[in-house]
């Protein structure tokens, strides 16, 4: 499957961004999919994820209450909504995806998207 996300950009810390992926082709009809970050000069790591059917989800301590993943299957879309972004959420977000994925930071996950920018000023 191929994934993109958008909706990365500028914001002051203590705002609130949406990031979108979309997901097209693949061959199976339902994707558990996971939202990572790698911020400038760190690898990348895992925030978020959200099972194939939607309805079981995970987030890291760090973003638990500020962030929230979900998914319109409709759509073949999932969301990632930040709030109350602080300046160490600075990162390149990355969407991934994997057939009937569970909501679980050990999942491996076998498509990726390409990344957006996230940027927070203090």
């Known amino acids: 499957v191929q994934l993109v996300e958008s909706g990365g950009g500028l914001v002051q810390a203590g705002g609130s961004l949406r990031l979108s992926c979309v997901a097209s082709?693949?061959?199976?009809?339902?994707?558990?999919f996971a939202w990572f970050r790698q911020p400038p000069g760190k690898e990348r790591d895992f925030i978020a994820a959200i099972n194939w059917s939607g309805d079981s989800t995970y987030y890291i301590d760090s973003v638990k209450g500020r962030f929230t993943i979900s998914g319109d299957s409709a759509k073949r879309t999932v969301y990632l909504q930040m709030n109350s972004l602080k300046p160490e959420d600075t990162a390149v977000y990355y969407c991934?995806?994997?057939?009937?994925?569970?909501?679980?930071?050990?999942?491996?996950?076998?498509?990726w998207g390409q990344g957006t920018q996230v940027t927070v000023s203090s």
């Open positions: 991934a995806a994997v057939p009937y994925g569970s909501a679980s930071r050990f999942q491996r996950f076998d498509s």
């Open positions: 082709g693949g061959a199976s009809s339902f994707y558990g």
